[in-house]
């Protein structure tokens, strides 16, 4: 069963470009996280996603980003119009399908995606 | 709102010793806590967690205990090899989707 698949491992851009980070989940889970980690800190939240719903984006800032998870295909995470404040580590995490109310699963992370704005 | 503190930030310990790290929450309704090890340039992963309904777990050389009442919980770590050294990251989850982090421990073992 492969992990969550997060690319690219890697991203640069240039200031005012648009970054779009994917992540796919472990197989059979339909639950989404992002998280981001700047260099020497804490995994800091910024958005929650079940299948084409956006359950929790409160971490996330309201202007310039934005996040999917469609029915088909990997989970987005886009930043638009890039300052050089967004460079970090943007991890994706995936839990199994929720049963009868129980989140208690442990979130499964990718490798991360690692953006740098120059 | 909800806060997980974890101390300390940054442990060094003689291989062979014990490395102990603390982590403490606000939210009495969390009842999930696991804990993640992350090495440099890597992805955080599970090591170890424990439910409300429990109060220690082992796993090797690893153990976690947790104290509802005073609301904490602690990471130990027996023998420490090299290898153990990374970042260490406790959590708390309330039975939601959230899963409130701490600061991280950054672990040394020195040979």
């Known amino acids: 069963n492969a992990g969550v698949m997060q690319n690219p491992r890697h991203l640069v851009r240039r200031r005012g470009q648009e970054a779009r980070l994917r992540c796919s989940p472990m197989k059979g889970h339909s639950h989404v996280y992002w998280y981001r980690q700047l260099p020497e800190e804490g995994l800091k939240f910024m958005v929650y996603?079940?299948?084409?719903?956006?359950?929790?984006e409160s971490g996330m800032p309201k202007e310039r980003f934005s996040a999917e998870f469609p029915k088909e295909g990997p989970s987005i995470l886009r930043i638009q119009q890039v300052v050089r404040g967004d460079s970090a580590a943007y991890f994706c995490?995936?839990?199994?399908?929720?049963?009868?109310?129980?989140?208690?699963?442990?979130?499964?992370f990718g490798n991360g995606t690692r953006l740098t704005v120059t | 709102g909800e806060n997980v503190e974890q101390h300390p930030s940054t442990l060094s310990v003689q291989e062979g010793d014990s490395a102990v790290i603390k982590c403490t929450y606000s939210?009495?309704?969390?009842?999930?806590f696991p804990w993640y090890k992350q090495e440099l340039g890597k992805r955080p992963q599970l090591i170890i967690d424990?439910?409300?309904?429990?109060g220690e777990k082992k796993d090797q050389r690893i153990a976690v205990t947790l104290n509802k009442t005073a609301k904490h919980f602690s990471l130990h770590i027996t023998e420490t090899q090299p290898e153990d050294s990374a970042v260490y990251f406790c959590a708390a989850s309330p039975g939601t989707y959230k899963y409130i982090f701490g600061t991280g421990t950054r672990l040394k073992v020195l040979a």
């Open positions: 939210d009495s309704a969390s009842n999930y």
């Open positions: 424990i439910r409300s309904n429990v």
């Open positions: 996603l079940q299948k084409e719903n956006i359950i929790d």
């Open positions: 995490a995936s839990s199994p399908r929720s049963v009868g109310g129980d989140y208690n699963s442990p979130l499964h």
